[in-house]
């Protein structure tokens, strides 16, 4: 069974076995949006604008702190592809599933990040811990043509800047939830 992580006390990540698929209901409404950027540094601005582009779309409210933190841990995710992947490509895949967001992003590399906690002096080494921190849930997966790093946030219902869209986005158990892409 696949391992997933999830924050531990100290941000240092813990090992739990695999949870329920997410199956959504009739009256759930779901959004997704896939898209591939060149493999070079431009990428994270260029990423991180259209992530906070469609969720802005799809109901959330600018400003609030589980779209800054979605918004950071899609530029981690990114960076940590175009840096350690050496992909010609990187695609990322975003899903508003009621009160659930799964940002996934894929490279061409099958090596897979390390968690580590960096030293105080070094200048990197955080991107992972950062996601860690901010998701309610992360994990990576290989795939035919190399990984898929993930992670969810839930999102609270005063987080939508239309009230109707608030109402048509239950909170779902943290235990139930699993969404592929």
Known sequence: MRQQH????????????GTAPLVPEAHMETHQLSFTLPGTPHAVADARHRVLAALCRWGLQPGSEVLDSIELASSELVTNAVKHAGSKHVSVDIRLCGALVRIG??????????????????ESGRGLLIVATLAARYDVELTPTGKRCWAEFEVPSETYADARAASAAPALPLSSRHVPF
Do not use: M, N, T, Y
């Open 105 to 122: 992003v894929c490279d061409a590399s099958h090596q897979l990040p390390r968690l580590r906690l960096p030293g105080a002096v070094d």
């Open 6 to 17: 999830r924050q531990g006390p100290l941000g240092i990540d813990e090992q739990f076995s």
